[in-house]
């Protein structure tokens, strides 16, 4: 299985706000064994949700979509998810039964709060108020963090792969020393491979065969200068 993150917000570009979603989001979901082909940010803008959720969701298995759920002028993207599976919004009676039934009557509750495109499974918000939703491959997640980890925990046996197992090897050496043996690894193991210079350089291998990687981290160990 594989899955894209689109994170809605102007607040995000702007760097006012710390991307902790689209992050916490790809551990999650690596580690249910989904490949995370695309993380993206986009503004509050309607056609432009549309326009990525529908380009994604002919690519991916699944679209995970954070920010932007409730029913003040910049919430728009279950508009623009209406959009992009040509749905139009209405008010969702199992949404709005869920939120009187836990507390919040009619009269409390501001226009669009209940609002979902035409079709969709409601995702209750057990932690805030806006609902989220799920329509075929497409899943809308709250902004707020405490919330889309809630919600997203409630629908998490939905996204399912083969696992991918990891070790990593710490080289006391220069990255451009390694470039040979690196390459000689992935010829001789089905493994990838990845490199990030720091205190040391920390190379990554990666693979779905558990002994397989086990294999190629000894070859590797054995052949570089450790601390």
Known sequence: ??????TVGDELLAGRTANTNATWLCERLTERGVDIERVTTIPDRVSDIARVVNEYRAAYDAVIVTGGLGPTH????????AAALGRS???HDAARSWLEENGYSHAELADGTAELPAGARALHNDVGVAPGAVLEDVYVLPGVPEEMKAMFEAVASEFNGEPTH???VVA??????????????????DVSVGSYPG?????SIEGRDER????????????VESA
Request: hydrophobic share 50%; proline share 2%; aromatic share 4%.
């Open 172 to 189: 006391d050496e220069p990255e451009s020393a390694l470039l040979d043996r690196i390459a000689t690894l992935r010829r001789q193991f």
């Open 89 to 91: 919004l209405t008010e």
């Open 212 to 223: 397989t990687v086990a294999e190629a981290a000894a070859w590797l160990r054995e052949r």
């Open 1 to 6: 299985m594989n899955a894209a993150v689109v």
């Open 166 to 168: 990891r070790l990593v």
């Open 199 to 203: 205190d040391g350089v920390r190379i």
């Open 74 to 81: 910049d919430d728009v993207t279950m508009d623009g998810v």
